[in-house]
């Protein structure tokens, strides 16, 4: 680079750091990421170096970032408040490490690590024991007044009344708005229809600077301390100032460490990594600090930063890419989230072609248009998330993206209940994910046990119409022919908002050619993950001319699909392709395109499809189409999935009434109630009373078994399970008693027992004729009163007259004497 080429680019730099500084410190807003900001400051820094003549006290890289704002008296800082050098690099770290030890003279040193908060800095004037004046950082010189705003603050000491404090000192730190704050907020904006804040940082930032102090008060900022600066008292090391300030009430994040070595600061960089996004705040980094006050003085500082300390900030790399569509994901509970499928993007070190959207929230947050490009982050979590959107980009004729209100799966119109961000599907019964999630509790190994029924093969099941509910397992042993052929990987599916089926890339161009084997377009797929679907199927073209087989057929029909595409407005989702589009390629003229789509919304697989059109199909069609379809149930299959559910019926009742999936009872509970009311019908006809002087039975699960019961299909299912002969009664064998000395009684027991321990008072009691109740009350026959029984259930069982006899009386009553 030439001088004057460098001139050129450090006017450049400086103007953009310039502007991005404006609107990060006054106008609160990021246009781009921190990263990207770094980066530049970065590559000024270093020309600055390389030549040193075009460097300018008012460069951007000798100045603190922010300035003071019209709106607010001013004051000096008595102690400059500087800005921290910053990396992203290990080397760069300990390239600083080795400067600290030659700035020492090799003489031991101590670090002391905090997390980098990602908040506003202020700083907190204390005279006489009163906060006299909190100031923002400003240009590092001087800065704002907002005492009044900070005075809101709920844990910032604003007196000392009992606790020794110097005459005068300052505190700094950084001021945050708690995550949940920051939610709740926005969350209470949407529904105002108000704009929603950026990030917390954001919205901390224009706190501190608001004009009406009662405002702020309502936001519930918080403020972490950091640094403590006074001359009297004798603190000479930043870990014993540290620990004055927490001792005087300010509020110190407990994630500190002091470390001795470089090697130290990197395990405790390593270790919060990913555990800093459980903290309550956002945090970018770590910052390391020079312990001992002495070693600072002799480090010293640079135009604006410390050489003593220095930052290491955390990578979220971020990349841009484009919205191509939205599929709504519906789980096992009927919650709906969205997924963003992006146009193929590199982020670090990995090709994203989806980002999660949480909810409604977060796509009304982002403002998400149709098409428009947005900015992908991977930060702690796996699955990448949009931060922004470029806005410039966006098409003049987009359109607000609008949330779906029915479910895709099932086409029931969704709810959100208050106070939840997630939408659901409220069709519990039979919408097929939440059906999936109920099968899969049935057959479970602690309930039903099936394990040939795998969740693949339910799947299969429900989507392709066989199992609507429990009872439908047990008649599929009379359908086993038609079982034969249906598909069962749905990872070659992809449903649409709408419910629109789309197939696998990889199966389609399969299925379209002739000659070219799965795993080699698998293989050419892999080679092409990084590319949109046009430049895929563009690159094909030259793979199959190259293959040399069927190359005039093979490439006809992938230009075919080229031309379909583009005339078809199918919403895009990356790696799959419309079904109507490749099914109308495969079977001709048989069915045309509006009526494919018609037929394939809904559908969850090629075999639905085709047995819904009804086509007379010609050989080679068929063929083809096999080539499409998933993996199917083969003989072997289903002959052991029959024998498991056939085994099945011997389960015990406790087992059975597991399996139910009666909301609130798990295992244990229905162990419980099965001992106690030995079938069905009599837990069915129970009253609440009686329920609830079962052990463990609570009102909620009375509501539960209450509201299961109520309902007729339930009736149904359970009549029908009946007849295929599953257990609704507990075996008598198992349930012989011992004796019946205690028949008729309803006994409890309270406080230590010597002979027996808790459970198995309640077996003994059964197992001889008695029933053991759980809370005191007057239909009691007596309570066997152990060591120790509470003094308030003596009580009571006194009052109501219920008789309380000692554990010996009660073993020699069973003629038991130890
Ligand atoms: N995206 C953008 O457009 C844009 C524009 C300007 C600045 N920025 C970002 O803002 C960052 C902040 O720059 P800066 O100069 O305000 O701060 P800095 O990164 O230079 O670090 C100093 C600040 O860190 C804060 N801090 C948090 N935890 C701390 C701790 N434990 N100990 C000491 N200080 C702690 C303090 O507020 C202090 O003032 C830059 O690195 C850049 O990434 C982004
Ligand atoms: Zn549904």
């Known amino acids: 680079m030439t001088p004057s080429q460098a001139e050129a680019r450090i006017a450049e730099l400086s103007q953009q750091i310039n502007y991005y500084n404006h609107q990060y410190y006054q106008e609160d807003h990021s246009e781009i990421s921190d990263y990207e900001f770094d980066k530049l400051l970065e590559e000024l820094i270093q020309l600055e170096t ?7 006290e008012q460069s951007p890289s000798q100045r603190v970032g922010g300035t003071i704002t019209k709106e607010f008296e001013t004051a000096m800082h008595e102690t400059r408040m500087l800005s921290l050098g910053n990396t992203y690099s290990e080397e760069e770290l300990l390239a600083f490490d080795e400067r600290v030890a030659k700035g020492l003279e090799h003489r031991n040193f101590e670090y002391f690590c905090e997390l980098k908060f990602d908040g506003v800095a202020i700083s907190l004037v204390y005279e006489n024991g009163k ?10 010189t001087k800065g704002d007044v907002v005492t009044e705003n900070i005075r809101t603050i709920r844990n910032i000491p604003i007196f000392f ?9 300052e505190v700094r730190g ?14 209470e904006r949407a529904e105002n229809g108000d704009p929603l804040l950026a990030n917390p940082r954001n919205a901390a930032s224009g706190t501190v600077k608001m004009q009406d102090s009662s405002i702020v008060a309502k936001r519930r900022l918080n403020c972490y301390f950091y640094q403590l600066i006074t001359n009297e008292t004798e603190v000479n090391q930043h870990d014993s100032a540290m620990a004055l300030l927490e001792k005087w009430g300010f509020n110190v994040s407990p994630t500190y460490k002091k470390c001795d070595s470089i090697k130290e600061v990197l395990q405790y960089i390593e270790e919060w990594r990913e555990k800093r996004h459980s903290l309550p705040l956002d945090t970018d980094g770590v910052v390391l600090k020079v312990n001992d006050y002495d070693q600072r003085e002799e480090l010293g500082f640079t135009a604006k930063i410390p050489r003593w300390a220095i930052a290491y900030k955390y990578q979220a790399e971020s990349a841009e890419s484009q919205l191509l569509s939205i599929t709504y994901q519906v789980g096992r509970t009927g919650a709906i989230t969205p997924v963003a499928n992006l146009s193929p993007v590199q982020l670090a070190g990995t090709t994203v072609k989806r980002a999660s959207l949480h909810n409604a929230n977060e796509i009304e947050r982002l403002g998400l248009y149709e098409g428009d490009y947005v900015f992908v982050e991977k930060g702690g979590e796996i699955i990448p998330k949009i931060t922004a959107v470029s806005i410039e980009k966006r098409n003049s004729e987009a359109q607000p993206v609008r949330y779906i209100a029915h479910c895709p799966e099932c086409g029931t119109e969704l709810i959100r209940r208050e106070s939840e961000a997630k939408h659901y599907c409220p069709n519990t019964q039979s919408c097929p994910p939440q059906l999936l999630g109920r099968i899969e509790h049935f057959v479970h190994k602690r309930a039903m046990d099936i394990d040939s029924l795998g969740t693949e093969r339910i799947r299969a099941l429900i989507d392709q119409g066989y199992i609507s509910n429990f009872a439908d397992i047990y008649d599929l042993e009379s359908k086993s022919d038609e079982l034969l052929g249906l598909e069962m990987n749905q990872d070659q599916y992809q449903k649409t908002d709408e419910g629109m089926l789309y197939i696998s890339l990889h199966k389609a161009l399969f299925a379209l050619t002739e000659g070219i084997s799965l795993s080699a377009i698998g293989k050419f797929l892999e080679e092409n993950i990084e590319n949109a679907l046009e430049e895929t199927l563009k690159n094909f073209l030259t793979y199959i001319r190259e293959s040399k087989k069927k190359v005039a057929q093979n490439v006809g029909t992938i230009q075919l699909l080229e031309g379909l595409l583009q005339s078809y407005p199918f919403p895009k989702v990356e790696d799959f392709l419309p079904l109507p589009l490749v099914l109308s390629l495969l079977i001709g003229k048989k069915a045309g395109i509006s009526r494919l789509k018609e037929v394939a919304i809904h559908e969850s697989t090629v075999h639905g499809i085709l047995l819904k059109l009804n086509l007379d199909l010609s050989k080679e069609q068929e063929d083809r189409i096999k080539k499409l379809k998933a993996n199917t149930f083969q003989e072997g299959v289903i002959t052991n999935m029959i024998e498991g559910i056939k085994a099945s019926k011997e389960q015990s009742f406790e087992r059975v009434l597991f399996a139910l999936g009666i909301r609130n009872i798990g295992e244990n509970t229905a162990q419980i109630l099965a001992r106690s009311f030995k079938n069905i019908d009599n837990l069915k006809n129970a009253s609440s009373e009686s329920l609830l002087e079962v052990n463990g039975v609570g009102e909620t699960l009375v509501n539960s078994l209450k509201e299961f019961f109520s309902e007729e299909e339930n009736i149904q299912i359970i009549d029908r399970l009946k007849a295929q002969g599953l257990n609704f009664e507990i075996e008598e064998i198992e349930r012989a008693l011992e004796s019946n000395v205690l028949e008729g009684k309803k006994i409890l027991a309270s406080g230590k027992l010597n002979h027996f321990k808790r459970d198995e008072i309640i077996d003994f009691v059964e197992a001889n004729g008695g029933q053991y109740v759980k809370s005191v009350s007057k239909s009691l026959d007596f309570i066997i009163e152990g060591e120790d029984m509470g003094p308030s259930k003596k009580e009571k069982a006194e009052k109501l007259g219920v008789k309380l006899i000692s554990e010996e009386d009660f073993m020699k009553m069973m003629g038991k004497e130890f």
């Open 50 to 56: 390389d030549f040193p003549e075009f460097l300018t």
């Open 161 to 169: 009344s009992d606790q020794e404090v110097p005459a005068k000192f």
């Open 131 to 140: 906060l006299v004046r909190a100031v923002t950082r400003g240009d590092g």
């Open 174 to 187: 950084e001021i945050f708005l708690p995550r949940k704050e920051f939610e709740k907020i926005n969350s």
